[in-house]
């Protein structure tokens, strides 16, 4: 039974990706009350201005936290992460747990020394990612590559349309290198859509590569802030978007999976974004 009790939280993307890391929370604390939220009308994040990312997650998360009151929120979201999360910190008395790109781990991880970060144009072009590599891999061979269209190719493959292989690696070809023998071992999926193709990515990679998911760690690091479980029952799941899909039955299909049986939509004010 749920436990009405449970923490509740919020797990926000510009669309579907977030699921990713919702899917290793619910691992880690299938008690939680989860509402997922998804800015279906601003997708593609990584295509958008910084100045309105920042207005569309201030005002959803503005909204949002006045309706359900949550315990935490997690930004799953590279593309917002890397530019919203010190003024939601500041703004609010609630934890607030973000995504953002992998360096460290990765850096860790090569073995040849060459490893890439997979993003949205906009996380590759941030000053905070820049930061990221300065700090912990300013003495290795990073590759970023900002692959415009493979958020929305995940969302496709996910919504069960058909996505031909040639247009994945078209989005991924960049991140391989081969610099006299000496080849990219390690690719980090800085953005949440990614790991939801994870085989797919494997599956047409011009070889093997290990490839950094930040959804277990994130989950760990959400768990840190909650109390411990009181229940082993399975918190309920509700999904707000801003704009209506026309496949609202193959999003039912999609959310079941993650203990999302509620889906609302609402809209932002257009004229403020
Ligand atoms: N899932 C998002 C991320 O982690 C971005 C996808 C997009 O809206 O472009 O960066």
Known sequence: ????????????????????????????????????????AGFPYGNLSEPRVVRRVGMLMERTI???????????????????????????????????????????????????VLATPGTVKRDYTQALIHTFAFHLD???????????????????????????????????????????????????????????????APWEVTWIDPAPAIARRVTTFLPPARSGGI?????VFTAATEREDALREILAPFGVSEIVVEPLVREAV
């Open 1 to 40: 039974m749920a436990d009405a009790a449970a923490p509740h939280i919020v797990v926000f993307d510009s669309g579907l990706g977030g699921l990713s890391v919702l899917k290793a929370i619910r691992a880690a604390r299938p008690d939680l009350r989860i509402t997922y939220l998804a800015d279906t």
């Open 66 to 116: 006045a309706q359900v009151s949550p315990d935490l929120v997690v930004i799953a979201c590279n593309t917002a992460s890397t530019l919203v999360l010190p003024s939601l910190r500041a703004a609010y008395p609630i934890p607030f747990v973000g995504t953002v790109p992998a360096v460290k781990p990765a850096a860790e991880t090569t073995r040849s020394g060459l490893f890439s």
């Open 142 to 204: 990073v590759t970023l590559v900002g692959a415009a269209k493979l958020a929305a190719l995940a969302e496709a493959h996910l919504r069960g349309e058909r996505v031909d292989d040639a247009a994945i690696l078209h989005e991924i070809r960049p991140a391989f290198k081969d610099r006299k023998g000496r080849r990219t071992d390690t690719i980090v999926l800085a953005c949440t859509h990614y790991p939801l193709i994870a085989d797919r990515l494997a599956a047409v």
């Open 235 to 239: 918190g309920g799941g509700r999904a």
